[in-house]
């Protein structure tokens, strides 16, 4: 008999999606392109992706929040009937989509709270980056996740966007791309704004619709040479802007994992995580800049919106001339 296809869950933040497709393309070697249930903003981000059969966008906050969406979205899995379900989100919602979808195999981390769902639960390794950490879900001696595993599958269209929206800017290569916005509040970092004052490159400024109003101040912090792209581009098309991009300035949020997607070297602002917490870049691949030494350092998984302490220590004492240095200890990064 014929194997059934796979289905991957993955309905965490955007940036976990990108860290999750090593284990895509792993996973594709041994049973053919998958099935991946991810969030509408994430979707488009596996749409071009080789290792990826089908996307099914589940939008759980939005259209599809509640037992309706959930139920719908069941009856749908369960219709397909997939062999296994991979499951690298811990989520309790995650693991019983895939058990009321009357899937067989549901393959999670034996540290989920929502493990006795699993049929099978492999150990999670708490060392390591993510992206690496998540490939034993694939099955046991994985050879080590390489940069190329990590792929933002970018299209002829997405660079040809890129290249029209930077021509009709006027900015040429060599530029540097800064991503000031970050969806919890404690991780961004404050100065952006001086640090696109003091380069001497172009600079384009990314983020989302709703980064648009801070990326606009940062921009206008060097009329004429920095020019905000957020929120008028496509995720992807927004990547193909990393990638041509010398290197990246970017908070701990999606756009660092976006990087490493196309290969672009980033400087990485730390706040109240640490890339410790396996959400850095990958080695060899970008710079930290971090306020050591400070006791509440990290104080949550993601970051909090406010600071619980009120001073906002770890990123306020982040001086630019530190972010600066870091840009030039990148090749090519003069800064
Ligand atoms: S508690 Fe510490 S690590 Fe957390 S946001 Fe405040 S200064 Fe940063």
Redesign the pocket.
């Known amino acids: 008999m014929r194997p059934g296809p796979v289905l991957v869950i993955q309905t965490a933040f955007l940036g976990d999606v990108v860290l999750t497709t090593p284990l895509l393309t792993r996973l594709a070697a041994r049973h053919g392109p998958v099935d991946v249930v991810t969030a509408p903003t994430a979707a488009e981000l596996l749409e071009s992706h080789p290792a990826v059969r089908r996307v099914i966008a589940y939008d759980k906050r939005g259209a599809d929040r509640g037992l309706a969406g959930f139920r719908r979205l069941t009856e749908r899995l369960a219709a397909e009937r997939y062999d296994a379900a991979y499951l690298p989100h811990r989520s309790w919602r995650s693991a019983a989509l895939a058990l009321c979808a009357h899937i067989p195999e549901r393959i999670g981390f034996d540290d989920s709270p929502a493990a006795l769902l699993y049929s099978r639960r492999v150990p999670r390794s708490r060392a390591g980056h993510e992206s690496a950490r998540l490939l034993p879900l694939a099955g046991p001696a994985q050879p080590a996740a390489t940069d190329a595993d990590m792929q933002v599958a970018l299209t002829e269209g997405d660079r040809a966007a890129a290249d029209a929206w930077l021509n009709g800017h006027g900015i040429s290569e060599p530029f540097v791309a800064v991503a000031p916005g970050s969806i919890w509040g404690?991780k961004r970092w404050p100065g952006y704004a001086e640090l696109v004052a003091n380069l001497a490159q172009p600079v384009v400024v990314l983020g989302s619709a709703a980064d648009a109003p801070l990326a606009a101040d940062v921009a206008a912090a060097a009329p004429g040479r920095a020019h905000s792209a957020a929120g008028a581009m496509t995720l992807r098309e927004s990547a193909a802007l990393i990638e041509r991009a010398q290197l990246l300035v970017t908070n701990d949020s999606a756009p660092l994992h976006l990087a490493g997607g196309v290969g672009t070297p980033v400087v990485a602002v730390f706040?109240?995580t640490t890339p410790a917490q396996g959400f850095g870049p990958r080695p060899g691949r970008g710079v930290v800049v971090q306020r050591s030494g400070?006791w509440?350092?990290?104080?949550?998984p993601h970051?909090?919106q406010h600071?619980?302490?009120g001073?906002?220590?770890?990123?306020q004492q982040i001086p630019v001339a530190r972010v600066l240095e870091a840009i030039r200890a990148l090749p090519g990064g003069q800064g």
């Open positions: 404690t706040g109240p400070l509440c350092r990290p104080c949550s970051g909090p600071c619980p302490l001073h906002h220590a770890c990123m």
